[in-house]
């Protein structure tokens, strides 16, 4: 079953902004190649359909998520506690962007603001 993200609280199929299959972002409730937004291995979030180094936008740890390819601090952009997302290395509430309930595989945090 697809995870679908919705605008504002609506849950109409008509107010789906992406859809999520478990390894791609999808724009709308299309889930079809052509509308293929970015593919997630796991660890590394690529753009469009492919999964080739050079399309690699975002790398995750499960815990951080850097800027390309790279696992630097200095490439943080956001860090996941398991529950918010905050801005930086940091896990001060200060820096708190959203928090998450339920399950969405942390790299893909990371498109979707």
Do not use: C, E
């Not at 796991?42 to 399309?55: E, F, V």
């Not at 490439?75 to 928090?99: I, Q, R």
């Amino acid at each position: 079953m697809s995870t679908t993200i919705h605008r504002g609280r609506s849950t109409s199929g008509s107010d789906i902004l992406y859809t999520f299959d478990g390894k791609s972002i999808f724009k709308g409730k299309s889930t079809s190649g052509s509308d293929t937004l970015y593919t997630f291995d796991g660890k590394h979030i690529y753009k469009g359909r492919s999964t080739s180094g050079s399309d690699i936008i975002l790398t995750t740890d499960g815990k951080s998520i850097y800027k390309g390819r790279s696992t630097s601090g200095s490439d943080v952009l956001y860090t996941y506690d398991g529950k918010t997302l905050f801005k930086g290395k940091s896990t001060n509430g200060s820096d708190a962007l959203y928090t998450i309930q339920g399950l969405i595989p942390v790299g893909l945090l990371a498109i979707l603001i």
